[in-house]
């Protein structure tokens, strides 16, 4: 069975155990690496295990291993993502820090000198990686080394069994297929039938984990590919609407100016004077 194990190596040059992403969403998914995620501007909307994050301008949100998580951002936000392996800056010593359980602080909004310390690390980072100088591995590892420092010098840490954060085999099967079908016509029935599960079970089970009922959570995973078509394609609106799965323009065009508060056509418009604007 396919789950929704990232199976992606998050690998930069030399086989550095980590990669930076510049991203305006992700849908919903898990891996081993701890993520970092920054808001670098406008606003942005992180479920965690079920559980809904508000995210402005200069917030971070830290990830550890096996956390079910996607990332809905508005039109026009920017955000940077940072995945690395804790082998990076964690030898055996330190495995109990880092084995699923001790969770970390994992909401940074730069309203104390804490949180602030940690964002102005991860900028750092961020600068580092992208600069590639001589040793900037070393120089990143350290920074970790000090990011965690910080954390736990301050107590910003709690223990917690590792199985609360296991995520139902059966949500996996049914989210993976709504991943590989949803161009076509998916109900309440046709999840109940490859699941084998009651709609109701089914109900509770999106909304417990997404924060989502079925039906909301296709239309969002439908309206991300929508947005990155527009975005990416001269495509109109209705040949993008038929093929994410929306069965008439119209309500393409109201699903995704109840999401992201704009029109498909202006946000396409949005993205091509940002592209002359970078020009």
């Given at each position: 069975?396919?789950?929704?194990?990232?199976?992606?190596?998050?690998?930069?040059?030399?086989?550095?155990?980590?990669?930076?992403?510049?991203?305006?969403?992700?849908?919903?998914?898990?891996?081993?690496?701890?993520?970092?995620?920054?808001?670098?501007?406008?606003?942005?909307?992180?479920?965690?295990?079920?559980?809904?994050?508000?995210?402005?301008?200069?917030?971070?949100?830290?990830?550890?291993?096996?956390?079910?998580?996607?990332?809905?951002?508005?039109?026009?936000?920017?955000?940077?993502?940072i995945v690395v392996s804790p082998s990076f800056w964690a030898d055996k010593s330190f495995s109990e820090l880092f084995n699923g359980q001790i969770s970390f602080q994992y909401i940074f909004d730069n309203n104390n000198p804490i949180d602030h310390s940690v964002i102005e690390?991860?900028?750092?980072?961020?600068?580092?990686?992208?600069?590639?100088?001589?040793?900037?591995?070393?120089?990143?590892?350290?920074?970790?080394?000090?990011?965690?420092?910080?954390?736990?010098?301050?107590?910003?840490?709690?223990?917690?069994?590792?199985?609360?954060?296991?995520?139902?085999?059966?949500?996996?099967?049914?989210?993976?297929?709504?991943?590989?079908?949803?161009?076509?016509?998916?109900?309440?029935?046709?999840?109940?039938?490859?699941?084998?599960?009651?709609?109701?079970?089914?109900?509770?089970?999106?909304?417990?984990?997404?924060?989502?009922?079925?039906?909301?959570?296709?239309?969002?995973?439908?309206?991300?590919?929508?947005?990155?078509?527009?975005?990416?394609?001269?495509?109109?609106?209705?040949?993008?609407?038929?093929?994410?799965?929306?069965?008439?323009?119209?309500?393409?065009?109201?699903?995704?100016?109840?999401?992201?508060?704009?029109?498909?056509?202006?946000?396409?418009?949005?993205?091509?004077?940002?592209?002359?604007?970078?020009?």
């Open positions: 069975m396919i789950n929704l194990y990232e199976q992606l190596q998050h690998k930069s040059g030399n086989d550095l155990p980590m990669k930076i992403y510049k991203t305006s969403g992700v849908y919903l998914h898990w891996h081993e690496e701890y993520e970092f995620i920054m808001v670098e501007n406008g606003t942005a909307l992180c479920i965690i295990n079920g559980e809904s994050v508000n995210l402005n301008k200069n917030t971070v949100v830290l990830l550890q291993s096996g956390i079910l998580h996607s990332i809905h951002a508005q039109p026009n936000t920017n955000i940077t993502a690390i991860l900028k750092l980072i961020v600068n580092i990686y992208e600069s590639q100088r001589f040793g900037y591995e070393f120089i990143m590892k350290a920074k970790f080394a000090e990011l965690f420092a910080i954390l736990i010098k301050n107590e910003r840490i709690c223990h917690t069994p590792k199985q609360s954060r296991k995520i139902p085999e059966e949500l996996k099967t049914m989210m993976n297929y709504i991943h590989e079908h949803y161009t076509e016509k998916i109900t309440l029935k046709t999840l109940s039938a490859i699941s084998f599960y009651s709609p109701t079970y089914i109900i509770n089970l999106f909304k417990k984990f997404t924060n989502f009922t079925p039906a909301e959570y296709i239309t969002q995973y439908r309206l991300t590919h929508a947005q990155r078509k527009l975005k990416n394609s001269f495509e109109n609106n209705l040949d993008i609407a038929l093929s994410c799965g929306f069965n008439s323009e119209s309500y393409f065009v109201y699903a995704f100016k109840k999401r992201y508060g704009i029109t498909p056509r202006t946000y396409r418009t949005q993205q091509q004077q940002n592209r002359l604007d970078a020009e």
